[in-house]
């Protein structure tokens, strides 16, 4: 086995099914790649409708596993310990990937070699993307990635989407797995814990590959728009960024940092506003708020 694909998912169960299909469609020879759903102790049917598309495709490598200890990072920790694949691929249960999904991740790290990887991500609202939705406000709530049609080396100012990277085995050995004080943990809307890896790879000397042909759409459902939503959205960003400053002694730094775009937000709000775009402009003040209340403990 080369690849594992490795989706984690909890109480998502009809989402990751659409996941499930699109795993399905690849058109690499199935033999050389497998596909490890995390069940991170799910209430709904989850495990039921895993085993019952299972049955209904015995062509595939699939299957499911658990982890009982709620969280992202715990979820995908298993998914390394259970894969067997060199390349380990993370998506979601939220996602559906295009037909070259895999053998565009077998390209880049076997005739490129990479080490670690990252590839496309495009926003799909179930309904119309909501007027006061604007290009910073979609990045927290979709992280859309596109950096172009060609392979290159993704720079330090940009941290890969955490539902669509790609990672050499070796790397969780050389530098351990996933921050589990980060990540999502049931209905809690953390984070950080993808930025937390990037960060060491890149500190100690890695680069961070980029193939335009491996293709995340991430599903964006109408209750992740509410005003409440949102709000507990940009709080849990907060909050991961105070965690992970608080693990790395740089909590300062992070105050500063904040202070600033504190005062940039205000101005491209006035510019929004100034635009005649007055929800965009709201919308854009209630995120950073709501990220500075988690940052500073509010």
């Known amino acids: 086995m080369e690849l594992s694909i490795i989706i984690s998912t909890y109480n998502n169960a009809q989402s990751l099914l659409r996941t499930l299909r699109s795993v399905a469609e690849q058109e690499c020879d199935r033999v050389r790649w497998e596909c490890v759903v995390v069940n ?24 499911i596993v658990k982890e009982e ?13 259970e894969s067997k694949g060199q390349i380990l691929v993370f998506i979601d249960d939220d996602e559906t990937i295009n037909k070259e999904f895999v053998s565009a991740y077998f390209d880049l790290f076997n005739n490129y070699g990479a080490f670690a990887g990252a590839g496309v991500v495009k926003a799909c609202y179930d309904s119309a993307r909501p007027k006061w939705m604007s290009h910073y406000t979609e990045k927290m709530i979709a992280n859309p990635i596109d950096l172009g049609d060609k392979i290159v080396t993704i720079t330090s100012s940009i941290t890969p989407a955490g539902g669509n990277m790609a990672f050499n085995r070796e790397i969780f050995s050389l530098y351990g797995g996933f921050n589990t004080s980060l990540g999502r943990k049931g209905s809690e809307l953390l984070g950080g814990e993808e930025n937390d890896v990037f960060a060491r790879l890149r ?24 005003p409440e939503y949102f709000d507990k959205l940009s709080y849990g960003v907060g909050v991961s960024k105070r965690l992970r400053a608080e693990n790395d002694g740089t909590e300062r730094e992070l105050f500063a940092d904040e202070r600033k775009k504190q005062v940039f937000t205000f101005v491209l709000a006035v510019f929004y506003a100034l635009a005649f775009q007055p929800q965009k402009a709201a919308w854009l003040w209630r995120m950073r708020r709501g990220i500075s209340k988690g940052v500073f403990g509010k």
Do not use: C, M, W
Not at 45 to 57: G, M, R, S, Y
Not at 69 to 81: K, V, W
């Open 40 to 63: 991170n102790a799910s209430t709904d049917n989850t495990e039921a409708l895993v085993e019952e598309f299972i049955d209904q495709h015995p062509e595939l490598n699939l299957r």
């Open 69 to 81: 200890q709620q969280g992202l990072s715990f979820a995908r920790n298993r998914g390394i310990a």
């Open 203 to 226: 500190n100690l000397g890695e680069r961070v590959f980029y193939t335009p042909n491996a293709i995340v759409y991430h599903h964006i459902a109408d209750s992740k728009l509410t």
